[in-house]
């Protein structure tokens, strides 16, 4: 193998103890997008056998199907837009969808007409981020619609939008998700859960009235909000080989569009690209790691490949490097690529082979 990510799931573990301690609350762990390029079936998988888990949550249909597919017999929650024919394959899937608006809700209802009941909905309400959910002008509708055909509402949530920076705006969202609840209860709506927290919220200090959080980067080991530590770990390490080796003069240039060298170089090529998830805009910007020494990448990124300098090092072909992890800070990459961490781990490509590592505590 010339390339493959690492993924401790003892970190996991405790990363998970971790939040469940801090919280208090049942944790959803959202395994969106492959589990944030983690693997959502063997992250998700281990977290089922390790702990109780009740819920986990996805973007997608065919995300939730995948889990399926491959035995994740928790409830499976899906955020996103469902069309009505694969709702009503889902009858009897351990599926939650979610209503976010009154326009799919009824396209769905003509669909399955009273099959519909058979089906379980969390309702998510727009508080202020402006992107999903329902408003409270939509709910008297609503009401009379979950009355009509007896649709089984097992949750209510919604989302923030700046838990990780600005605690003002939350509280305003979490207000207004109050002034929700107790319109709801005017309408007698009953309901088992409630969530409104994500990483970010579950670790800034206020208080919030739910008895599940949904939790994505914390698991992973992102650090959720940009001026606190908090106690958890990074779950992965991305490794590689060096595959060529050659030494080039002063004034050559390498890689597309040639970089020219501004001194004599020992250049290795290592197998990873943008099409792997390793972003192009850190050409000449980022390092990777040699034993114990930064290495910089030297000309544009490829699609499957990057050239590295290794001078200085005494790095051979078909050595090991670590390009993300252990020392090579993933904040700092992310800056580099005018992005945030999750962007870059999220596209992670599922062509990386993924090595999952635990050992058991005794
Ligand atoms: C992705 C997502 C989350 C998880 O957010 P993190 O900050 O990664 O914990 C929670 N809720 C919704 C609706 C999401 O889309």
């Known amino acids: 193998m010339y390339t493959w990510l690492e993924i401790n799931l003892n970190k996991l573990e405790d990363n998970y103890n971790y939040i469940q301690k801090q919280t208090n609350k049942k944790i959803i762990p959202i395994v969106k997008a492959n589990a944030y390029g983690m693997g959502s079936i063997e992250i998700s998988r281990f977290l089922k056998n390790r ?5 986990f ?5 065919n995300e939730a199907l995948e889990l399926y597919n491959n035995g994740v017999t928790s409830n499976i929650l899906i955020f996103n837009e469902i069309e009505s024919e694969f709702l009503k394959k889902s009858i009897n899937k351990n599926f939650i969808f979610t209503i976010f608006n009154l326009f799919y809700l009824k396209k769905w209802i003509s669909y399955l007409k009273e099959d519909i009941s ?3 909905f969390h309702i998510k309400f727009n508080t202020g981020l402006n992107r999903l959910g329902l408003e409270i002008d939509d709910i008297p509708e609503l009401i009379e619609l979950i009355k009509k055909y007896n649709l089984n509402i097992e949750g209510i949530y919604t989302h923030f939008a700046t838990a990780d920076s600005d605690t003002n705006f939350m509280q ?6 109050n002034e929700i609840i107790s319109i709801l209860k005017k309408y007698n709506l009953n309901y088992k859960i409630k969530h409104l927290s994500n990483s970010p919220a579950s670790f800034n200090e206020i208080n919030i009235n739910e008895n599940y959080v949904r939790i994505g980067m914390a698991l992973y080991g992102l650090q959720p909000i940009s001026n606190k530590t908090i106690n958890i770990s990074s ?5 590689a080989k060096i595959i060529d080796m ?8 390498v890689s597309y569009s040639q970089t020219i060298l501004n001194r004599d170089s020992k250049i290795g090529v290592v197998p990873i690209g943008y099409a792997d998830g390793y972003m192009r805009q850190l050409s000449n910007k980022a390092y990777i790691m040699y034993k114990n020494k930064k290495c910089k990448i030297i000309g544009n990124v490829c699609m499957e490949k990057i050239i ?5 090092t005494d790095a051979k072909i078909d050595d090991e ?5 252990d020392n090579i800070d993933i904040e700092e990459l992310a800056k580099n690529s005018n992005t945030i961490a999750d962007d870059i781990i999220s596209k992670f490509s599922k062509n990386i082979p993924r090595r999952y590592i635990y050992e058991k505590q005794s």
């Open 51 to 55: 702990f109780n888990i009740d819920i």
């Open 57 to 61: 949550a996805v973007a997608n249909y």
């Open 118 to 120: 058979k089906l379980k």
């Open 172 to 177: 305003k969202q979490i207000n207004k998700f």
């Open 235 to 239: 779950i992965f390490t991305w490794k």
């Open 246 to 253: 050659r030494n080039i003069k002063k004034g050559e240039g």
């Open 308 to 312: 590295v300098d290794f001078t200085d």
């Open 321 to 325: 490097v670590i390009i993300l992890g």
